[in-house]
């Protein structure tokens, strides 16, 4: 799965694709570059890798171009996948320590780089990097350092789907995506579950999620329960961006006929009650959403019912 282009020795020029000549874009003086330049060597040296893992993902921002650069350095994948294959004992039984989960999570942060970018993208799927990450989705812990490793492990997931391309959704339906994200979505933190469920979501956007999910009746049960789930959990522990996602993939399914008819029956009361959803009134767009799912789904006449109650009794 390692990446491997032509070996860079200090001092070179970055590869086709790598970061730009100094001045461009201001994106740092010669020095500077020379810095990133020294500390993408260094991850390939066990004794200054640590060092180098946190300083490159805190100057990840500065560099847009850095993916590319560690992509095509000789060893540098590599590397990044020693120190996630390198925690895996820590998994089960769980004594993941808060250093070792900064570090992996370090790492993490630069696979996402790799991952967001237009260029490497392609290359980073090709070579199936994001199964090394699945161990940790899979995992129960609700300690600090296990939140925090799902929590990043997402959010390598979310950069690949964030830009709408088919290619990424047949990968991730290819693997076990859906399934560790509803575990993430029941288990999680609020806002590893808003990324797992963001997740789901861009898989329910292209055509081919939603005919996936939508193929079996067991596959679209499994995602309606969890979802409705997370609806009764946010009765007592409200959170609008968590909701707008749920809704939104509500409204996705609710494209699909089949789904749509099983919605009429399954579709959390929450829904429908105009004081649950009140926490959406500064959100437009959620708004429209869950009236056009209730449309969908031929509840809306309902809810305007519960609405003119509502207001009578405040009368």
């Known amino acids: 799965a390692a990446a491997r282009g032509g070996s860079l020795e200090p001092g070179s020029s970055a590869p086709s694709g790598g970061i730009p000549a100094a001045g461009s874009q201001g994106e740092g003086s010669p020095a500077a570059l020379a810095n990133v330049e020294q500390l993408v060597l260094e991850l390939t040296h066990p004794s200054t890798r640590e060092n180098a893992l946190l300083e490159l993902s805190k100057k990840r921002e500065a560099f847009p171009e850095l993916a590319p650069y560690l992509w095509h350095s000789f060893g540098t994948i590599s590397a990044l996948l020693q120190e996630i294959v390198g925690i895996y004992p820590m998994l089960n039984p769980p004594s993941l320590t808060a250093q070792a989960s900064n570090r992996v999570c370090n790492a993490l942060a630069l696979l996402q780089c790799v991952a967001s970018h237009y260029e490497t993208r392609s290359l980073f799927l090709k070579a199936h990097v994001p199964l090394f990450l699945y161990p940790f989705l899979n995992t129960m812990s609700r300690t600090r350092p296990f939140e925090y490793l799902r929590l990043t492990s997402l959010g390598v997931i979310g950069a690949l789907v964030k830009v709408d391309d088919t290619e990424v959704i047949n990968f991730l339906l290819s693997t076990e995506i859906i399934p560790l994200c509803l575990r993430t979505m029941e288990m999680g933190s609020e806002l590893s579950k808003t990324v797992a469920t963001f997740i789901v979501q861009k898989i329910l956007l292209d055509d081919i999620g939603l005919n996936y999910v939508c193929a079996t009746a067991a596959r679209f049960f499994a995602v309606s329960a ?27 399914l609710s494209d699909n006929p089949r789904a749509r008819d099983a919605l009429k029956h399954c579709l959390p009361e929450q829904l429908k009650d105009a004081q649950f959803t009140t926490c959406l009134k500064e959100d437009a767009v959620t708004k429209r959403w869950l009236a056009q799912l209730l449309v969908n789904v031929g509840q809306q006449q309902q809810q305007q019912q519960q609405q003119q109650q509502q207001q009578q009794q405040q009368q």
């Open 226 to 252: 969890v979802l409705g789930n997370m609806v009764q959990l946010l009765t007592e522990q409200p959170s609008v961006r968590l909701l707008k996602h749920i809704i939104r993939c509500y409204l996705r």
